[in-house]
């Protein structure tokens, strides 16, 4: 799925990185600890969070995720957005709380990535 | 991709981490990604490390006043290794416990100390060492080999 479609099925409003749109999202992970980031975002997923500081962005970016949402209508600084659009890490805002927004996207189509973070089944 | 780097010089990387410099982990672990992404290595090798080095310079920034990580690149392997000046670990095997964590709220609030940063390490490294002194301060050490038994593939 593309991450415009993604948009559309959340009402989500693109905070930046508007040219990334057409992103293929291969999996979702939701989370707000920064840990579990790093474990299971892998490339091309798609990263869900309440989590509105710089270190989502960083850990986005070194995580190749295909962007990031912000659950709740959350919305981090100008400062955090600015940062986000210079590193291509496409961030958006939904207003669905964190349980319907996984729930809309997983009766989408989309899954979590069930294998083993590390590749070590 | 490779598996060894027969034609390239050695690398050495050193970040200074500053106490709460939390900004500098993730950009310690974003720099050396894209130096390794240079040198072609395997994203599942660039994925581990990067992981390793976050977590570790992580531990610095919340755990200890100030530290130093360093960040070596062999034909065959990666060495990561911190030193820091701190309050060190009193009980290894406790702090190696998911969920256990002594980070301050402060840490927690943004996301970090949920007590998976040594688990994680250790899962992500081919091999792991801590030398530590209570109210002095810890050193890490960890690698990460191109070809790996632990990690094939």
């Keep these: 799925m593309k991450l415009k479609e993604v948009q559309q099925i959340l009402d989500a409003e693109v905070l930046c990185g508007e040219d990334c749109l057409e992103r293929e999202v291969t999996t979702c992970f939701a989370c707000d600890l920064i840990s579990e980031m790093l474990l299971y975002v892998k490339p091309q997923s798609l990263l869900i969070t309440s989590l509105i500081n710089a270190h989502v962005i960083h850990t986005a970016q070194v995580m190749d995720a295909s962007g990031v949402i912000f659950v709740g209508g959350k919305k981090p600084d100008e400062g955090v957005i600015r940062n986000s659009a210079m590193n291509n890490v496409p961030l958006l805002t939904t207003p669905h709380p964190i349980f319907e927004c996984c729930g809309l996207l997983f009766t989408n189509g989309i899954e979590g990535d069930k294998k083993n973070p590390l590749g070590r089944d | ?153």
């Design chain 2, 1 to 153: 991709m490779v598996d060894s780097l027969q034609y390239t010089p050695q690398i050495t990387l050193e970040f200074p981490i500053g106490e709460k410099d939390f900004f500098m982990a993730g950009e310690s672990a974003s720099r050396v990604k894209k130096t390794l992404q240079q040198l072609g290595l395997k994203q599942d090798i660039i994925r581990r490390v990067a992981i390793i080095i976050y977590e570790a310079a992580m531990n610095v920034a919340i755990h200890a006043s100030h530290g130093l990580l360093t960040v070596h690149i062999d034909p065959e392997s990666i060495s990561i290794q911190t030193d820091d000046k701190g309050v060190g670990i009193p009980d290894i095997e406790l702090a190696m416990r998911e969920g256990y964590s002594t980070a301050p709220y402060e840490a927690q609030e943004m996301g970090f100390g949920a007590g998976m940063g040594l688990p994680n390490m250790k899962q992500c490294s081919d091999e792991l060492s801590l030398d530590t002194k209570v109210g002095k301060g810890t050193t890490l050490k960890a690698k990460v080999y191109f070809i790996s038994k632990e990690h094939p593939g």
